[in-house]
């Protein structure tokens, strides 16, 4: 039904990445879950460091590396020779592959071939082969907190795995759900929501956070924003499916245009609110808004505190900084 | 870039069809597109009737018949060998085929070997084999009406239909934009809004609806309904990507449960014309409510008409139900 898990522990692989932008995916897991990390490696001219054990192929298998990870797409969009030969001598040891790119490896015959004879699994964690259900909207138990946002890119994944991390510190129950193709590769499960087809939206979701115990919280990956003119309507499928409890709106501090999208400003932000409220209520009459997580990154120390302060006063929740501040707020707040 | 327009005319296939609800698609390209069918062809026990030329293949296939056109779904749902006999048979008649089955007949080798032998094409409706792209909110010229809905299976395929030949018929240059795969047999063209990967949702809704003449009116067919907890956000990414200056909501009069969604009222009418109005501004901030068509089907003339009368006057807008009053009202006060 889901996404394959994928099996731990990793092996992450950094290509040629010249800094760490080239390398997101790959921080991204060493940053969130080291304990599954065995170890990095980079081809000659490699910037990009995670700061953990280097090691061949050869070396990682030997000490029992499960999953070589390909997170960063290659230079020119098709896969180098060097690195399919690299993939097979991945899967040859032993290794399953997990792949963010658009590229999908189980469309190439070569690797198809090896993957087969190899017994090893290739999983392509942007091209979903679940078998998708349409939503039922009927109330599932447990609860759900989900991330919304003003646009895409102001940290949506980095305060829903944040605030995940600070639960599980304290010892709460709860399960971090992915919902993007970084996500799933740092989780290692997930449904990559921007890549299924739109009947199952909203269904999708269901799949992906189902029933639990009723103290149990999901803590769901937000994607995109509900005026973004290109993907609002999968945060609305979204916001549908997670029939979020809490939801978290994240919001680049100072940015007043939607990224990428000329003519398009960033949403009113008590409109921003207000209307991801009144649409959740459809499948979860008691949505709330939990927080608001701003990105105060371009700030310096003060202005980033008095935005905040700005904020926390507007509009009467707890509002952080997951960077500068982290979301213990956030988390007192969650009536856990 | 858009699905592959069909080749007229059409021999159009009833199976063996027992009544019209099973033979729906048919029925609406007979009812809607007359002129682009040569004739239909039933098996023994049909009793559906399209009321036009009976003929074999080979008959068409003689008359110039282009396309045959495979509308209703086998019971049991794999295709019978008889149809793949009759398929086959039109293909080597020189007629590609057009089907509207969950069912792919590309993924069918022995359909796939003849399609490759004779040169013809097999187009299935649903499965779309579009290049994607995502929406840039981007104003376009020409104008746009788009119908939505109270919930899904409330008129609008028909309602967009009868408006757009309402314009016809006054020489209105305007073209009808099929989203489903009844529309998009009816029409011969169209994107299947609800097979597309939800990334690109609003993107698809741009490339269906290009630029055009300042004049000229693109008649869009609606999906679902903002407030179906499956499949609003199918509804929320066409109503962005269709940047619509005219709306038309339609409705079952009658109607206070979501269609086969248990514990979902239909939304307030008040509310749902506002959050219509409300997200569609986001890519036009002129887009206005230009009538409501009811569905009155299940009501006596002297109830419906008075039905029609209390929203006309709750409203304030047109107010209509296609079948029984037809659409004028509502074509009349489109500021052509």
């Known amino acids: 039904m889901k996404q394959t898990e994928l099996k731990t522990p990793y092996l992450i692989f950094l290509g040629d990445a010249e800094d760490f932008l ?8 060493a940053h ?57 001598e991945a899967m040859e040891s032993g290794m399953d592959i ?54 895409c890119c102001v940290g949506k994944m980095f305060t829903t795995l944040a605030i995940h991390q ?14 993007g193709q970084t996500g799933i590769l740092i989780e290692g499960d997930g449904v990559p929501i921007d890549a ?16 639990n115990h009723p103290q149990h919280w ?12 290109a993907y609002a309507g999968v945060s609305l499928g979204l916001l549908h499916g997670a029939q979020a409890d809490v939801i978290i709106l994240c919001h680049e501090a100072g940015r007043t245009q939607m ?20 649409l959740g209520r459809l499948t979860n009459p008691n949505i709330r808004l939990g927080g608001i997580a701003l990105n105060t990154s371009a700030m310096e120390e003060g202005e980033a505190l008095a935005e905040i302060a700005r904020y926390q006063a507007l509009y009467g929740v707890p509002v952080v900084d997951p960077v500068r501040t982290g979301v213990t707020l956030i988390v007192d707040a969650m009536e856990l």
């Open 22 to 29: 080239m390398a997101k995916v790959a921080k991204g897991i």
């Open 32 to 88: 969130w879950r080291p304990q599954k990390c065995l170890g990095q490696m980079r081809l000659s001219g490699a910037k990009a460091d995670l700061g953990i054990t280097e090691m061949s192929i050869a070396e990682a298998a030997a000490k029992g590396a499960k999953t070589f990870i390909l997170g960063l797409a290659p230079i020119g969009g098709t896969l180098p020779h060097a690195w399919l030969s690299i993939l097979i």
């Open 98 to 151: 997990a792949s963010g790119l658009h590229i999908q490896l189980n469309q190439n015959s070569d690797l198809v071939a090896v993957a087969k004879r190899t017994g090893q699994q290739m999983i392509d964690v942007r091209h979903p082969q679940l078998t998708l259900e349409c939503a039922t909207g009927a109330k599932r138990s447990g609860k759900r907190l989900l991330t919304v946002g003003s646009d």
């Open 166 to 179: 600070e639960l599980q510190r304290r010892s709460i129950n709860a399960t971090f759900r992915a919902t």
């Open 196 to 211: 299924i087809v739109s009947d199952f939206i909203a269904g999708a979701v269901e799949q992906l956070s189902p029933d």
């Open 218 to 229: 999901d803590i769901i990956e937000g994607q995109g924003s509900l005026f973004h003119p």
């Open 259 to 278: 990224d990428l999208m000329d003519g398009f400003p960033v949403p009113d932000f008590a409109t921003l609110i207000e209307t991801n409220l009144q």
